[in-house]
């Protein structure tokens, strides 16, 4: 008797915004410009170019290497990835390949009950590609994305199930955001996900050494959102597991993601390393970095949101996923322990649940978002007078309301509810018009 265990891994690249590009001065914001625009001798490999690189890439690699637990060596160096494809000017893609910045990381991701930590084998820079257009019958190419600083983040095969794929992924936005390198946006390509997925089967009762891995790994390209990520992983485990129970292995390939049949197709048989034919990249003098430099951007890193959120739970007692929801965006975050200790600590739950709940619009000015918050908590003294007015004149408009709700229909409360509240201009608690509606239907 076995049971099928996938295997995934994650190779993702995330584009970073700085100003210029990984190895000139082109402007690297690409989006929506003149193809072919924002273009030098350099990111064109013309013969004789000579890169030089971005010092801000680099040291925002360094700030995401350290953000997700790596050790940054102090030697890193640059290497030529070659292969043949029109969308690299020069036949090879300067990258990193046995000195990367970052290895060795970890990340955790939590729900508040369990914590799953998965590891990170290593973080390179490298530049990004032109881009292909086909275009009645004929293919054209855009370099203004060419040499735009990407890195790439490779974690060790350690998801067994799609869903923890998803949510890593969402972690790692929200702390490459939070670092405030990337946009780290999906849908426009800024973040693009490479799972390599496989399936090994395992006798019942039997838990993975870690180290034995199936013959073969598929690799799936094309993912551009959370949701597909999700699919195209599930897809890819139910086509493999259904070849292996045929007695069949799958082929070694490269896939794509079709999101119009939720299904992966081929697309090429996968290069092994070796075909690359690296070596170090002869233009560019290896980096080192001294340790106060390291040391310095480890002290600049701001409090990552997981972590962050528990210690708002630690801290204030607030409820897990409220204060997992206030982390997911740095500037919230800020706003939301700012307002604490302003308002109090006593408030802090309270005050998690108006901004979970949007009772204001975190995005206004601080001012307003303050003033906002504290007409919320002066509702709780809403003239109780004015209350059973509103309550009297509601019940008296919607009769038959009123009707459905001695019925026993509650949806009938909740309307009713909502026309006080509109009749008070927002100046009454929500628990208090109902304790005041039921009071008076009762
Ligand atoms: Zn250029
Ligand atoms: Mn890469």
Redesign the pocket.
Known sequence: MKYPYPIIGL?I?VELKTKSKMFCQCSADYFGKAPNSQVCPVCLGLPGALPVPNKTAVEWTIRIAQALGCTVPERSKFDR?HYFYPDLPKGY?I?QYDEPIGINGRVAISDGIERKEFRIRRV?I?EDTGKLIHKGGETLIDFNRSSVP?V?IVTEADFHNSGDVKRFLEELQVIIRTLDVANADMEKGDMRLEPNISVLYLEKGQKWDGKTFPKYKVEVKNINSFRFAKMAIDYELERQTKLLENGETPVQETRGFNEKTNATVSQRTKEDAHDYRYFPEPDIPVMVFGKSYLERIRQSLPELPTPRAERLVAELGLRFQDAFLITRVKSTADLYEMLVAKMGKDKSQKIANHIVNRKVDVTAPVEEVVSAMEALFAEKNADPALLEKAVADVCAANGKVVTDYKNGKQQALMFLVGQVMRQMRGQADAADVTAALRKYLD
Request: proline letters at 0%; charged letters at 45%; glycine letters at 0%.
């Open positions: 190779e690249h990835k893609q990258s390179h490298e990407l790439e």
